[in-house]
């Protein structure tokens, strides 16, 4: 039988009870046995309380007190608890396909992978303007089933276990608060060696609040995943030639979304805010190009 722990870091948000409904009802496939371990990060053990109050008789749910505030320290202690040979992170705002588990371990069996990166689809509010649909603004986009990554997220991302353990792989508690922490860490493990693809089919869906529906927020938030990129990388070969590449390919990026941008504005508001979000992306990667401090865009809950 093989073992699969679901790792969640929660606050005890509401949304957890969506997310643990949907993992009762995955089928995690033939020969495979699926638990959840949840990281309460909450400082009154809310997370914990909520689990409590739940039942899902085939789905067991095993929570560890953490209570930190740092989304680093929640995730290294969801690695040290886990057991099992893979591990499958997924947040307490997400729900998932009843194949979703299958999917990802289908697309692990023909790639050789030690990790696979998965689509978190957002689910907009019915207010939601019909530009910013169209722009969908909130999905990233990691590729076609098979495609090659350098890094991954924590959201929809199964991961082989034996190879963290291996090479000692962290979350870094200095972005625990920041973000940007699981950027740095599959950075690393790709550096390490390990396969990393992206799958289109194993879907996840993540409730989207009015609060990211905001403009500057998520602006901010596309140079803040920039700017974690570039550090990360910087991290890996932080050489001049680096520098000048990297902050050459960036300028150019960026130069091209800003004309696109004002191209398409006068008849497509969501192409043209894409690409302001473009260029915001690249701006952040300056921002580590000249190693400026990686900005917080609020105050993290997971």
């Not at 009762?24 to 990281?39: F, K, Q």
């Not at 570039?230 to 050459?248: E, I, N, R, V």
């Not at 508001?269 to 979000?277: A, N, V």
Request: include cysteine; glycine fraction near 8%.
């Amino acid at each position: 039988m093989e073992r699969v722990v679901v790792a969640i870091a929660s606050v005890g948000r509401p949304s957890l009870v969506r997310t643990l409904q949907s993992l009762s009802e995955a089928d995690p496939g033939a020969g495979r046995d699926l638990t959840v371990l949840i990281a309460d990060d909450s400082p009154d053990g809310a997370a914990t309380r909520l689990v409590d109050s739940l039942k899902f008789p085939d789905l067991p749910v095993t929570c560890i007190p953490v209570a930190a505030g740092n989304i680093s320290i929640a995730r290294n202690a969801l690695l040290d608890a886990a057991d099992s040979d893979w591990l499958v992170f997924i947040d307490d705002d997400e729900w998932v396909q009843p194949d979703w588990l299958i999917r990802l371990f289908d697309c692990r069996d023909e790639f050789g992978a030690d990790v696979v990166v998965g689509p978190v689809l957002p689910a907009y509010p019915e207010h939601t303007p019909k530009w910013l649909l169209k722009a969908n603004p909130l999905y990233a986009d990691w590729g076609h089933r098979g495609k090659r990554l350098r890094t991954g997220r924590g959201g929809n991302t199964l991961v082989h276990m034996p190879f963290v353990r291996r090479h000692c792989l962290r979350f870094d508690p200095v972005l625990g608060r920041s973000g940007g922490e699981d950027t740095a860490f599959f950075t690393q493990a790709a550096k390490l060696g390990a396969v990393i693809v992206a799958t289109d089919d194993a879907i996840v869906h993540e409730s989207v609040p009015d609060e990211r529906l905001n403009p500057r927020y998520i602006l901010r938030r596309a140079v803040r995943s920039g700017q974690s990129y570039g550090l990360s990388h910087k991290a890996q070969s932080d050489s001049p030639l680096w520098h000048m590449t990297f902050g050459f390919e960036a300028v150019a990026k960026c130069a091209v979304a800003i004309f696109l941008a004002a191209i398409y504005r006068p008849f497509d508001r969501g192409k043209s805010f894409r690409m302001q979000q473009k260029s915001a992306l690249n701006l952040g990667k300056l921002r580590a190009v000249f190693g400026l401090p990686l900005a917080q865009l609020y105050a993290r809950q997971h």
